[in-house]
């Protein structure tokens, strides 16, 4: 099964807002792993003010607004 890592924060409007609209289009083709960036020096130096970021697989897939073609092509890949 594919995972995908969706950078967030407690507290982040749009992070949750991002996951809400994922979750439903996945259709268990994929798990989304909630990684807090607070708690990691260097995840929050990589992706500070620029949360929620969405990857997979080592690649961006999407910012906010959720980027439903990027999630889709990756989700239909090998």
Not at 21 to 38: K, Q, T
Not at 51 to 57: D, G, R
């Amino acid at each position: 099964m594919k995972t995908l890592n969706l950078y967030s924060r407690p507290g982040c409007h749009l992070c949750d807002e991002l996951a809400r609209e994922l979750v439903p289009m996945l259709r268990g083709r994929a798990d989304v792993r909630i990684v807090n960036i607070d708690g990691d020096r260097d995840l929050k130096k990589l992706y500070g003010l620029r949360i929620p970021v969405l990857t997979a697989a080592g690649q961006e897939l999407s910012e906010y607004p959720l980027d439903v073609e990027a999630v889709e092509a990756y989700l239909v890949s090998v």
